[in-house]
């Protein structure tokens, strides 16, 4: 069935190629209560339409939009709320409670929405927690995009991926404070509750402080997933991955995850064998061979670095019941040893220290509690980060959205981490080294490095990351030197770029970057591409995929 799921890929991406560019056409939206809510549910006209079919609602940076119930979309029509142009403080989103004290979460949507430049609050205009679910996602083959965006709080999960076929894409963003106190089972960054997902893409953002799963998939199938250049701190559950499709998890760093440790087994060789080894990464078998053989499958997982802190070590070393977490346990390790799609490759365990990261302190009282009291979640001590405290915005305004003195997590440069990623860049989320983000960005898409060792085989491999964007890496393998062309196609095989035009290359490996521009140097479409490689008389195809 491998050639049904081609074909569905390609259906999906190809209609993302054709879509045309339109004009946007903004209405600004003054800060206050209720005037975003107003906004959108206004903006129709008589009959009842959109007034623009290409509106986006613009917010005033530092402004303050206390809403009267979710945002939903108008007539299904897609959403998109923006932060006008500026380097002010962002627009600052808050629930806000009705007569009875209750108050709902920020965003329920019925259609396609696109969230850029804004802070989300889950801890309502009285101070309380209210938000469960803040980004609640409902169309059946919807696409939603978070870029810019700093989401604060939430009592289960940010991103709550309610209906199948639905694409996410997080970019540049913050996730902070995922935790119901009196049931901390709850408290996840990413669910798919078990619906199947087309694409999950997150790239240069941070998460941090959550109680459970990272990303939690309830055992539904996600098609396509890609954590590229992501940095995850004191997550306390796994990235459950389990039936990805096409999987790709390169350049993170992950400190102090599954902070509270794991109830070690009374036969550890036993639990071994079991594959009950407490995961970061979660695979597991699709068991949907209609669909696709588990040989099919591909997941890279490619120059990570993850670790602990001292005192979180010392807190699990001291306690004889816990155990450490393992990358990924035996279970996982099976499809790497066996199928030629897996890869793990240059993942590394090590002690990054940040500059300005929340103490470990708060989630080792935490954990240690929660030890002493039976797991009875009566009175759990508060383990989240927020530097401005919690109050009703009456008494202290400053209380909701980024503090002047927020964290920060970026690192030394002569960690191991700084140079740890493809092409020598820094690990994690680079938007805490901007300088290092703008040479990224900019990558030379030509740039060839070779390996001098001569390889028995011609070969070609799949591109890294895949999908992509803005950039992605193409290897190849000659066995002797040989005139080479490398050509990117279109999905209606036109030719779009020229990597490589004939020039002799020697015999060794090789590397080439393409950035996702056409030979004139605009920027392509997302989409499905064909890259070519003709050496000598030897020629080699594969597909690749560009996410924007």
């Known amino acids: 069935m491998k050639v049904l799921f081609t074909i569905l890929l390609s259906t999906t991406f190809c209609c993302l190629l054709v879509m045309p560019a339109v004009a946007q056409d903004y209405l600004d939206v003054e800060p206050g209560y209720e005037t975003l809510n107003l906004a959108i549910e206004g903006d129709t006209t008589a009959a009842g339409e959109p007034v623009s079919q290409n509106r986006v609602y613009r917010l005033q940076r530092g402004g303050y939009y206390l809403l009267n119930g979710s945002i939903q979309n108008s007539k299904d029509m897609p959403l998109v709320i923006v ?10 989103i808050i629930p806000a409670t009705d007569e009875t004290g209750a108050s709902s979460r920020a965003f329920a949507l019925p259609a ?3 969230l850029r ?21 409902e169309k059946t083959g919807g696409r939603y995009i978070v870029d810019g965006c700093f989401f604060d709080h939430d009592a289960q999960a940010f991103v709550r991926m309610n209906a199948d076929d639905q694409k996410l894409y997080i970019y540049d963003s913050i996730f902070r404070n995922s935790i119901l106190l009196a049931g901390p089972g709850n408290g996840r960054f990413i669910d798919t509750r078990g619906n199947t997902v087309d694409t999950m893409m997150v790239q240069n953002s941070t998460f941090y402080m959550c109680s459970s799963s990272m990303v939690r998939d309830g055992g539904g199938i996600i098609q396509n997933v890609l954590f590229d250049h992501v940095t995850v701190y004191q997550g306390n559950g796994n990235f459950a991955f389990n039936k990805v499709l096409n999987g790709h998890f390169n350049d993170c760093l992950i400190i102090d995850a599954r902070w509270e440790g ?10 071994l064998a079991d594959s009950l080894e407490t995961d970061i990464i979660s695979i597991d078998s699709l068991n949907a061979p209609d669909l696709m053989s588990e040989g099919e499958r591909a997941f890279q997982l490619k120059n990570n670095i993850y670790g602990w802190t001292p005192e979180v070590t010392e807190f699990i070393a001291g306690i004889d019941s816990l155990q450490k977490a393992v990358l990924f346990n035996a279970r996982a390790q099976r499809y790497f040893d066996v199928f030629d799609g897996f890869v793990d490759e240059n993942n590394v365990e090590d002690t990054v220290v940040f500059s300005d990261a929340p103490a470990p302190a708060n989630v080792i009282t935490f954990a240690q509690y929660r030890i002493d009291t039976g797991f009875s979640d009566e009175n759990n001590p508060d383990p989240r980060a927020d530097r401005n405290g919690l109050a009703a915005l009456s008494e202290d305004p400053e209380s909701i959205g980024p503090a002047p003195d927020e964290y920060d997590f970026d690192y030394n440069t002569d960690a191991q981490a700084y140079t740890h990623a493809a092409g020598g860049f820094p690990v994690g989320d680079l938007n805490w080294f901007p300088d290092k983000k703008a040479e990224w960005e900019t990558w030379v898409t030509t740039d060839i490095t070779e390996n001098n060792a001569t390889p028995s085989t011609f070969s070609m491999k799949q591109n890294y990351p895949n999908p992509f964007n803005p950039t992605t890496t193409i290897d190849f393998a000659l066995n002797k030197s040989s005139q080479v062309e490398l050509i990117v196609y279109n999905a209606l095989g036109q030719k779009i770029r020229t990597l490589m035009d004939g020039k002799i290359q020697a015999a060794g490996t090789h590397s080439i970057n393409w950035d996702g521009r056409n030979d004139n140097g605009t920027k392509v479409a997302s989409g499905i591409y064909m890259y070519q490689i003709k050496a000598g008389n030897q020629v080699e195809t594969k597909k690749m995929v560009l996410m924007k």
């Open 117 to 137: 430049n804004l802070y989300v609050s889950g801890i309502d205009n009285l101070g309380n927690q209210a938000s469960k679910n803040m980004f609640r996602l």
């Open 83 to 92: 932060a006008a142009e500026g380097d002010g403080a962002l627009p600052i």
């Open 112 to 114: 396609d929405c696109t």
């Open 262 to 271: 794991d109830v070690e087994p009374t036969d550890p060789a036993a639990a």
